[in-house]
T-cell receptor
Framework: AQSVTQLGSHVSVSEGALVLLRCNYS??????LFWYVQYPNQGLQLLLK??????LVKGINGFEAEFKKSETSFHLTKPSAHMSDAAEYFC???????????FGGGTRLMVKP | ETGVTQSPTHLIKTRGQQVTLRCSSQ?????VSWYQQALGQGPQFIFQ???????GRGNFPPRFSGLQFPNYSSELNVNALELDDSALYLC??????????????FGPGTRLTVL
């Protein structure tokens, strides 16, 4: 069985501060991992994905994530938060067969001026 | 390039009724997946259709069923609605390749409320 755990359902940072959203996964096969963002009243949008080519993955809007197999983690970071980053973020695991995504519970990021 | 569209955007039904939700996949995609997102939770996989056949199913009862049409659009049908079926239903399309790691493109969802 596979699972995804996001630590912290709510994270609040000041504008310009470092963003760190934590994700740990459990998988019996080599995982594919994604981070998706969900803005209010909009569909989920892919931020970045890990497919084993490189452990440090760069995505859109200045976000990046590092895959650490030994820690079964895939934390999302951004050096400097912007007000427009306020949204719900989901860490997502692919079952390696391309037909099922397992989502974490989500982390709501709030950015204070 | 047209993205994933879903209809209707909102729907209110009463317990015991049946509902059909529709999804048009992104141009060039041959796979459609459906997810249920309850309030305050992450989406849960319902099932996936590839070339008009079910290609994987999550932990949902048989009253959740689906179809995929030759143009790769899809329907999600839910019979005997229960209050707990109230959720945002998301459709996602993708281009199937061998193995995993395929990006799924999500529609804006249909908000279903069951009274």
């Amino acid at each position: 069985a596979q699972s995804v755990t996001q630590l912290g359902s709510h994270v609040s940072v000041s504008e310009g501060a470092l963003v760190l959203l934590r994700c740990n996964y459990s998988s019996s096969v080599p995982p594919y991992l994604f981070w998706y963002v969900q803005y209010p009243n909009q569909g989920l949008q892919l931020l970045l994905k890990y497919t084993s080519a490189a452990t440090l993955v760069k995505g859109i809007n200045g976000f990046e994530a590092e895959f650490k197999k030994s820690e079964t983690s895939f934390h999302l970071t951004k050096p400097s938060a912007h007000m427009s980053d306020a949204a719900e973020y989901f860490c997502v695991l692919d079952n390696n067969a391309g037909n099922m995504l397992t989502f974490g519970g989500g982390t709501r990021l709030m950015v204070k001026p | 390039e047209t993205g994933v569209t879903q209809s209707p955007t909102h729907l209110i039904k009463t317990r015991g009724q049946q509902v059909t939700l529709r999804c048009s996949s992104q141009s060039g995609h041959n796979t459609v997946s459906w997810y249920q997102q309850a309030l305050g939770q992450g989406p849960q996989f319902i099932f996936q259709y590839y070339r008009e056949e079910e290609n994987g199913r999550g932990n949902f009862p048989p009253r959740f069923s689906g179809l995929q049409f030759p143009n790769y659009s899809s329907e999600l049908n839910v019979n005997a609605l229960e209050l707990d079926d109230s959720a945002l239903y998301l459709c996602a399309s993708s281009l199937a390749t061998r193995g995993g790691g395929n990006e799924q493109f999500f529609g804006p969802g249909t908000r279903l409320t069951v009274l």
